[in-house]
C-alpha cells in the first residue's frame, strides 16, 4: 500500500496544481485531496495517512462580508509609505553602520506593504485562521501524523504562529506571473517538494507514530 499524502486546501486552482503537476511526480504517493478537515476524514475513513500536507490561509467563516478595499483607501495609506527616495536621502553622510542603515530604510518599504497586505487580505477575510483549524484537528485526531504547510501568501508572523503551534515543516509553492508559469513552477519544484516530504515522513519520532 502506497504512503498517503492528505492534501488540504481551500482552492480549486491548488487542487488542480497538486493532482496535475505534483501527484503526476510522486507516484509512490497516494494523494487523497480535500477542501476542508471534515471532508478529509470523510475520504480517509479508516486508514490513517503518512503526512497532511495543509494550506495555510483561507475563508475565515467569521467574517460575513468580505469586501475588497477601496483603491482610494489603499491609495491613502501608501501615500504615508517611506519610498526609495527616503533609503538614499542623505545616506552618504551617514555616521555609523552604513549596511545597517541601508537595510533598514529598505525594510522599512518592505515592512509597511506587508502590513497593508495583511489590511487588505483582513478585508477579505482571508488568514491563517483556516489553516491553524485544520492543524488542531490533526493533532487531535492524528496525534501520530506529521503536518506540513505549502503556502503561497504566508509572512513571518505567520511562520511564528505555525511553529508555535507545532507544525512538522513550512514549505512555499512556486508564484508564476501566469497561472500556465504557475503549472511549470510547480510542476519543476515537485520532486524537491517530494523529497522534503519522504525525509518528514522517515524521521517523525516513532514514538509519535505509535
Known sequence: MRPIICFIDDSGFEHELVKGEIAACGPHFEFVQAYTFHEARSLLQNVTPALFLLDLWGQDETVTSPQITPREDV??????????????????????????????????????????????????????????????????????????????????????????????????????????????????????LLKKIERIIDAYPKSRKA
Open 75 to 192: 491609495l491613502e495609506k501608501i501615500s504615508g509609505f517611506p519610498a526609495l527616495t527616503d533609503v538614499y536621502t542623505g545616506l552618504s553622510d551617514f555616521k555609523g553602520d552604513v549596511g545597517n542603515e541601508y537595510l533598514k530604510r529598505f525594510f522599512a518599504i518592505v515592512d509597511s506593504w506587508r502590513n497593508l497586505f495583511e489590511s487588505v487580505c483582513a478585508g477579505m477575510g482571508q488568514n491563517r485562521k483556516y489553516g491553524l483549524k485544520n492543524l488542531a484537528h490533526v493533532r487531535t485526531f492524528y496525534p501520530g501524523v506529521p503536518a506540513v504547510f505549502y503556502t503561497r501568501k504566508s509572512l513571518i508572523s505567520d511562520a511564528v504562529a505555525l511553529f508555535e503551534a507545532g507544525v512538522d515543516g513550512l514549505f512555499i509553492k512556486p508564484t508564476g506571473k501566469t497561472d500556465d508559469e504557475t503549472r511549470r513552477l510547480t510542476r519543476e519544484n515537485a520532486p524537491f
